[in-house]
């Protein structure tokens, strides 16, 4: 407790924190580094956003004779020209009914899978959940061929559940992984409760378990919907039709027809990158505070 002293001005009396400045100094000392870093790291990932930014609003002859330089003129067709295309809409699209229904599987398959590996004592259990925990160090390149010989036999090439069911089959290792901790972090007392007050094992998953987890099932849903948007080796592998082309398989395609047509190719990088940033900046509260929350259960 750092010493406190008291001037007398009239009849109040002003408590004084005295704590040494060399102290504070050290203190800053300390904590500089960490705030340099920070700053370098969020230049290194805004620049190249910035970059494009700017670049999208440019001539393919400004970039060439000003590649650093803002535009002059400011050219808003590049923008413009893509927000009314069709194609570029349908790959948004197509990319967000994806990505919603992969993480609505994969989170509802983990949350069971979890309850069941957390909640419920039976033979083979730790087996099991380590069958799990070694998907995690399966890569996807691994399983291309394999999976495009079954997603084939099955019917399920150029539709979007060839892209729906492997992606949810691969998020289930990290899923169940963060959701079976969290399932037992709760009480057993408030299970056995819940049982005495005549609720069933699922009436239990259902009621209590899930609203008392809903950080941790945040946490997960925006992982899978992140991880569903960003692939590109699996829509290019399922999809040969431009019906369901994603945003990335998207971006390639555009790249290989305008390939001489760098500023527009900017604009539409900028602009497929704009609703994942926008679902990224609503989700970020979520995100974080179902890591933290669950970095603190111990």
């Known amino acids: 407790m750092s010493a406190v002293v008291k001037s007398t001005v009239g009849d109040n009396t002003v408590p004084k924190n005295t704590v040494p400045k060399s102290v504070v100094r050290r203190r800053r000392l300390r904590?500089?580094?960490?705030?340099?870093?920070?700053w370098l790291v969020g230049a290194v990932?805004?620049?190249?956003?910035?970059?494009?930014?700017?670049?999208?609003?440019?001539?393919?002859?400004?970039?060439?004779?000003?590649t650093f330089g803002l535009p002059h003129p400011w050219v808003t067709?590049?923008?413009?020209?893509?927000?009314?295309?069709?194609?570029?809409?349908?790959?948004?699209?197509?990319?967000?009914?994806?990505?919603?229904?992969?993480?609505?599987?994969?989170?509802?398959?983990?949350?069971?899978?979890?309850?069941?590996?957390?909640?419920?004592?039976?033979?083979?259990?730790?087996?099991?959940?380590?069958?799990?925990?070694?998907?995690l160090m399966f890569p996807f390149a691994v399983a291309i061929l394999p999976l495009f010989i079954l997603l084939r036999t099955f019917g399920l090439l150029d539709n979007p559940w060839g892209v729906i069911l492997p992606q949810a089959a691969f998020g289930l290792p990290m899923t169940i992984v963060i959701l079976r901790g969290f399932f037992r972090e709760i009480?057993?007392?408030?299970?056995?409760?819940?049982?005495?007050?005549g609720c069933s094992p699922f009436g239990?998953?259902?009621?209590?378990?899930?609203?008392?987890?809903?950080?941790?099932?945040?946490?997960?849903?925006?992982?899978?919907?992140v991880g569903s948007w960003n692939n590109f080796l699996l829509?290019?592998?399922?999809?040969?039709?431009?019906?369901?082309?994603?945003?990335?398989?998207?971006?390639?395609?555009f790249q290989g027809q305008y390939a001489s047509d760098l500023a527009r190719i900017f604009a539409y990088l900028v602009l497929a990158m704009a609703p994942a940033l926008a679902f990224y900046a609503v989700a970020e509260r979520q995100l974080i505070g179902g890591i933290t929350l669950g970095a603190t259960k111990g």
């Not at 990932?45 to 000003?66: C, E, I, R, W």
């Not at 009914?97 to 509802?108: K, M, P, R, S």
């Not at 009480?187 to 007050?197: I, M, Q, V, Y």
Request: net charge neutral; glycine share 8%; proline share 6%.
């Open 31 to 38: 904590t500089l580094p960490v705030y340099v870093t920070l």
């Open 45 to 66: 990932m805004v620049t190249p956003l910035l970059y494009a930014l700017v670049s999208g609003f440019k001539s393919t002859d400004q970039l060439s004779s000003n």
């Open 77 to 135: 067709s590049n923008y413009t020209s893509l927000l009314g295309s069709g194609p570029f809409w349908r790959s948004v699209g197509s990319s967000t009914l994806i990505a919603v229904a992969t993480a609505l599987l994969t989170v509802g398959a983990s949350a069971l899978a979890a309850y069941a590996l957390a909640r419920f004592a039976f033979r083979g259990r730790e087996v099991l959940f380590t069958v799990f925990t070694m998907g």
């Open 187 to 197: 009480p057993g007392e408030l299970e056995e409760a819940a049982t005495l007050d």
């Open 204 to 225: 239990f998953f259902w009621r209590i378990l899930l609203p008392l987890a809903r950080p941790a099932l945040g946490t997960v849903s925006v992982l899978a919907i």
């Open 235 to 253: 829509p290019l592998l399922v999809f040969s039709e431009p019906t369901w082309w994603t945003v990335p398989v998207g971006i390639q395609q």
